[in-house]
């Protein structure tokens, strides 16, 4: 009765693992609000707010003319979607269980499953939360065009991509450095809400302003979504070499991070937090 099932194979301990990820997700989805689906309509819910007050501030500034010949508040939604998958899954990463978490003691737990629950809960939330606006946005108030739909897409997954690998790295100096940890990640989050570059194009800004923004692996991915979703836009300062090439290495730097930080594992650690 009280013996453990080992899978034998490696196809059984795949499926375990798939299994055990599943679970996970499901758990973070529900950690912002007991019911799964209030969990998933608060956050579209923000996104909405994000969009109707962006477009507000545009019209109230008369910047309008500043965006791209199109749907206006297509070019809003595009900044706001992968803003928001960024900073959520970075986030979401950051805020995992670490070595020291309790679920760990239940084997086959480990931190890399709780990483990838943590950036696939937020994906999964992301693209339920952007679909679900758009199609609304489409039926209701005005049909919208996408240019190149699978490029745009793939813009978003950087975004998402590059969240979750700064994520990782965070989270392995996150036992060792935790209020620095904490600061740095409401920083950054704080900081892209101009950095990210969703408010205006790499093409308008001069060049002593671009380099300002150039850094941020972000500023790119919005910018050649733009130029996927917009006939009309051709990026010429941005990207998506730079934030894959920067995104790899933060995971892989992250990853021996946590692997170093798991070895040495306290659970005195909790108190520290």
């Known amino acids: 009765m009280f013996e453990q099932n080992t899978p034998r194979t490696t196809l059984q301990s795949g499926i375990q693992h798939l299994e055990l990820i599943y679970h996970s997700i499901v758990r973070d989805v529900r950690k912002a ?8 309509l608060l956050n579209m819910l923000q996104a909405a707010l994000f969009v109707i007050s ?6 109230v500034l008369g910047l309008r003319g500043s965006a791209v010949r199109g749907d206006f508040l ?4 595009s900044g706001i979607f992968l803003f928001m998958t960024h900073t959520k899954t970075l986030g979401a990463v950051v805020n995992s269980e670490g070595p020291a978490s309790p679920m760990m003691k239940h084997a086959p737990m480990n931190t890399l499953i709780a990483i990838l629950a943590a950036a696939l809960g937020s994906l999964y ?3 339920l939360s952007m679909v679900v606006i758009l ?3 489409h039926t209701v108030f005005e049909p919208i065009t996408i240019d190149q739909p699978i490029g745009a897409f793939g813009c978003f997954l950087v975004a998402w991509f590059t969240g979750a690998a700064l994520g990782v790295m965070l989270l392995a100096l996150k036992p060792w450095f935790p209020r620095f940890v904490g600061i740095f990640t409401t920083i950054y989050q704080r900081a ?6 969703k408010m205006f194009l790499a093409n308008t800004l001069p060049g002593y302003m671009l380099v300002m923004f150039d850094w941020n692996p972000l500023f790119h991915a919005i ?14 300062y941005t990207n998506l070499e730079y934030p894959m090439y920067l995104g790899l290495t933060m995971l892989m730097i ?9 070895r040495h594992a306290s659970l005195s650690w909790g108190a520290r937090r």
């Open 223 to 236: 910018d050649q979504s733009r130029g996927y979703i917009f006939i009309n836009y051709f990026p010429r």
């Open 125 to 127: 939330i992301q693209v």
């Open 254 to 262: 992250g990853m021996m991070g946590e692997f170093y930080t798991r």
């Open 192 to 197: 892209n809400m101009i950095a990210s570059g």
């Open 33 to 40: 609000h007991g019911n799964a689906l209030l969990s998933i």
């Open 74 to 77: 297509l070019y809003i939604m």
């Open 135 to 137: 199609f609304i946005y």
């Open 54 to 59: 962006f477009y507000v501030m545009f019209s």
